[in-house]
């Protein structure tokens, strides 16, 4: 009978245990966290400047397009080798993009630890203990005597906090929201890099037209001052002839000097973007070509998921989302269960005696299930803030979207208009040509006076400067208009993990995969 009641007992026991361990899982599987949905934005359906030549062809296909898409080396479509090498100089070097790089690490990491709540904490520990208990805790008169003892311990102890209506998983889940919004910084940060050297690249280039262009002015000018000096000995023109065309070759001397510093400050700016000193850069004069590469906008529904910027505003709700059930989660109970196992003993020799063994199952000190009550309104004025919080990030989200769709539109409508100025700049070009030959055939024939040569002169040099300003404005369109819509994209497949650029101690630049 006894044997009987004895299997009844521990039956019923385990069957508190199995009750006790579903309704745990029950609760640990009730999250506070909201349903999130990305916010929903009126989308058109087609760009409203996007020239209609480009609506059905382009230099790229257009696929399946997404933020965790490898984006390529867009800038391989200009063909140009050596924004091809800056481009890879910069990603190797340019502190800026380290710097993201290093930001990635850290929000995996914040990950991680975030992770790590999930599994219980262990620790061992081994060391004395000199106390001296009070006579009323050993049950003495106030007055006894108890003397101080020396107790050495050797234990593992073990904590877990249990997962009590999602209160865990919403913060594993902001963490990871984090993470993938530190990714597409990081994505955001490497596209405007590329798209800042090869901007910059472009109008370093576009001065070294120009200043090829005031060599040429001024080469001309010196001939015409030769020309009207040799009049002038002769006879044949006044002194007023003489000191305007000296003027006019100083001052084409005078805003040669100025591209020059333009120049320079460009390149500057460019040596910074390859992470090097400026006094240990130099590139070589270089005129602009002009850019052919015609890329289409593709769908605008698919800039919301092909933009890193936009990418990272959407991840940033998704993480205030998640901290508004970890703000819930906080108004009901917490559950923390310890637990040790080990040795104690007075003396050093028996500690490790079977005799000296001890354990501890439960809180060191309080309960182990505690229940909040009264704070004085922290927990709710918490949870407003994450309220707020994420309403906030749907606003920026929000905001993000239409500025995206503002430069795509500014850069389509930019290269569709540059190409009908452009075409009449070059008309303007041939025709002040054409009155510059005229002026000088007339000056010679002594129909008319040195200033109208001079006057033409200034009209060829000023459409042709405007004309490769129009020229490199195009190339630069071209790059805004790519980094609008998120960099180049193709048939590629989402990439495993993210090329990071790190550095070790000694300044080394390596590749890691994360």
Known sequence: MKRFDSAAGIMRTAQRVLAGGL???????????????????????????TPEALQHEGTWKAAQPSDALERGQWWTIFGDETLN?????????NPDLKAAAARVRQSRASLDVARSAWFPELDAGFGPTRERLSPASQGLPQNADVPPMTLWRAQATASYEADLFGRVGSNVSAARADSQQS???????????????????????????EQDLFSRTVALREEGVKLVQRRFDEGEVSELDLSQAKNSLASAQADAVGVARQRAAAEHSLAILLGKLPSDFSFAQQPLVPV?????????????????????????????????GLARSAFFPKLDITGAFGYESAGLGELFMWSSRTFL?????????????????????QLTQAHAQYDEDVAQYRSQVLTAFREVEDSLSDLRLLDDQIHAQNDAVDAAKRAQHLSQTQYREGQISYLDVLDS?????????????LTGAQAEST????RALGGGWGDMSAPKAIDLVDSDSSGTSKVTKQ
């Open 23 to 49: 309704l745990m899982a029950l609760v640990a599987a009730c999250s506070l966290e909201p349903q999130y949905k990305r916010p929903d934005m009126g989308v058109p359906s087609a760009f409203k400047e």
């Open 85 to 93: 090498k800056l481009e890879e100089q910069a990603r190797a070097a």
């Open 183 to 209: 990714e597409a910084l990081y994505r955001s940060v490497q596209l405007a890099l590329q798209a800042d050297v090869a901007a910059t690249y472009f109008a370093l280039r576009e001065l070294d037209t």
């Open 292 to 324: 052919t590469a015609k890329v289409p906008p593709g769908l605008p529904s698919a800039l919301l998921e092909r933009r890193p910027d936009i990418a990272a505003a959407e991840r940033a709700m998704a993480a205030a989302n998640a901290r508004v």
């Open 361 to 381: 199952l439960g809180p060191f000190a309080g309960t182990a299930l505690s229940l909040p009550i009264f704070d004085g309104g922290r927990r709710k004025a």
């Open 457 to 469: 002169e200034r009209s060829v040099l000023a459409a042709e400067r405007q004309a490769s300003q």
């Open 479 to 482: 790059v805004s208009l790519i």
